[in-house]
């Protein structure tokens, strides 16, 4: 038996709950991902999994021992990466998730820096604002503005995603616009329907803090769309800076209610504890957060006209 081998299909299986797609992320056969793990609970003289004709989940002894292996498994590809660091450079395929409203107006331009600078990269894209487990579906790494959803996940945290309400001139001249969060009510409004706080605001300005619901007459998991609409006329649109900031710069929208402030989300990556060291997952990453600094570009010159803070 090779322990390793065993350690990792193991770990892998744990991740996903599943054998099938443990050998599908690892290139084997099924068979190979089963006798491997047969092979260890012998060794270890414990069922690791508890299993049934369509799932299987960790054993009480299996839990315990995930931890330890998972430690394990990450520890040999962080030492693995680092004896290929010391000879070469990161290759091989990066499957990554990005959120749509990165990915349409700035992840390309980043994309073309990255490639030339790592050109043994090759990248598998898949745009949507789902909120994944890149261990279940897959991907090497993930970037939403979600927590991760388990605790074998890791998040690096790239920059905030702030918000504001915001319209076309040609809106505000013929309806007005709100004084107070509270008149937002009397207005058409499209919002993101992706939030983690779904249809609960809270807007605060100094010690005021006011919690609504704000169900929107359009609601879409496209921040783009929304842009389009408010560029339209059509309402007052909640908006990411990310995707207004050029049109609120150029006055094609006007910003509503700066005084006040939405909490922000972070956007971040997400990904698996084995990956913690994977040359791949830390060239990318890292590369973003020199990339975008501190205080992304789109945000810098919002800031200083007092929009957003």
Known sequence: MDRFLSIEAFVRAAETNNFAEAARQLGVASSVITNRIQQLEKFVNAPLFHRSTRHVRLSEVGEA?????AEVVGRVNELTDQMRELRATPTGRLRIQMLPGFALDYFGALLSKFNRKYPAIQLDVIVNDRVVDPIEEGFD?????FPPISDSLIERRLFSVRRLFCAAPKYINE???P????DLRLHPTALYSGYPSRNRWTITRGD?????????MIRSNSVHLLRDYALAGGGIVCLPTLVASDALLDGSLVPLLSEY??????????????QRQAMKVTALVEFLATSLGAEPAWDRPLIQRGWVR
């Open 179 to 182: 004084k107070h969060p509270c």
């Open 141 to 145: 790494v993930a970037f939403q503005i």
């Open 261 to 274: 402030d939405l909490s922000p989300f972070n956007f971040a990556a997400v990904y698996p504890a084995t």
């Open 208 to 216: 005021e803090v006011i919690e609504m619901e704000l169900q929107g």
């Open 175 to 177: 309806h007005g616009e």
């Open 65 to 69: 021992f995930y931890r330890e292996c």
